[in-house]
T-cell receptor, first 112, second 109 residues
Framework: NAGVTQTPKFRILKIGQSMTLQCAQDMNHNYMYWYRQDPGMGLKLIYYSVGAGITDKGEVPNGYNVSRSTTEDFPLRLELAAPSQTSVYFC???????????FGPGTRLTVL | GQQVMQIPQYQHVQEGEDFTTYCNSSTTLSNIQWYKQRPGGHPVFLIQLVKSGEVKKQKRLTFQFGEAKKNSSLHITATQTTDVGTYFCARGSNYKLTFGKGTLLTVNP
């Protein structure tokens, strides 16, 4: 039981490149989230999903896209990377019937 | 979204001293959660408070929810070097969380 896994751990992109951040869970939770964390700041919600086939925007969705074709996977897509997207990205899952969230180890992304 | 304000932003203590971080909202909170993030790590859930005036303890950590459900605090008694990290509060609503900016605690051994 790995919980929440994220790949890659680190990535450097050039401006304008695209990439997909992967998030997978083996806890069968319906709720999944993507956050970004900038230095000295809290976590800001990018997108979330309440179940397979259902996604919705969070606080800072611009420049990102998501999909949720299965319960297990919730990839985050950056189409045209910009320096403002340099951040640490965390995927999280929500427990059944509770609000607490379990976070993955994060992906540290740098856009140059 | 509705924000939660956390103070202080930073706190440096000597090992053995106490530490408190505060979380405030201008609107009533349905619940408040606390998370800890070690340097280089990911946030880890500590506790959720739901009831007005609620007080919960976890060993040296004491969590309080205000009577008006607009503020909360986390108090650590006799800090240890293992307490180092950033402590976040987060308001919960409709299965989403809005995080405060966190309080970074450093402990001098």
């Amino acid at each position: 039981n790995a919980g929440v896994t994220q790949t890659p751990k680190f990535r450097i992109l050039k401006i304008g490149q695209s990439m997909t951040l992967q998030c997978a869970q083996d806890m069968n939770h319906n709720y999944m989230y993507w956050y970004r964390q900038d230095p000295g700041m809290g976590l800001k919600l990018i997108y979330y999903s309440v179940g397979a086939g259902i996604t919705d925007k969070g606080e800072v969705p611009n420049g990102y896209n998501v999909s949720r074709s299965t319960t297990e996977d919730f990839p985050l897509r950056l189409e045209l990377a910009a320096p403002s997207q340099t951040s640490v990205y965390f995927c999280a899952i929500g427990g059944q019937g509770a609000n607490e969230q379990f976070f993955g180890p994060g992906t540290r992304l740098t856009v140059l | 979204g509705q924000q939660v304000m956390q103070i202080p932003q930073y706190q440096h203590v000597q090992e053995g001293e106490d530490f408190t971080t505060y979380c405030n909202s201008s609107t009533t909170l349905s619940n408040i959660q606390w998370y800890k993030q070690r340097p280089g790590g990911h946030p880890v859930f500590l506790i959720q408070l739901v009831k007005s005036g609620e007080v919960k303890k976890q060993k040296r950590l004491t969590f309080q929810f205000g009577e008006a459900k607009k503020n909360s605090s986390l108090h650590i008694t006799a800090t240890q070097t293992t307490d180092v990290g950033t402590y976040f509060c987060a308001r919960g609503s409709n299965y989403k969380l809005t995080f405060g900016k966190g309080t970074l605690l450093t402990v001098n051994p």
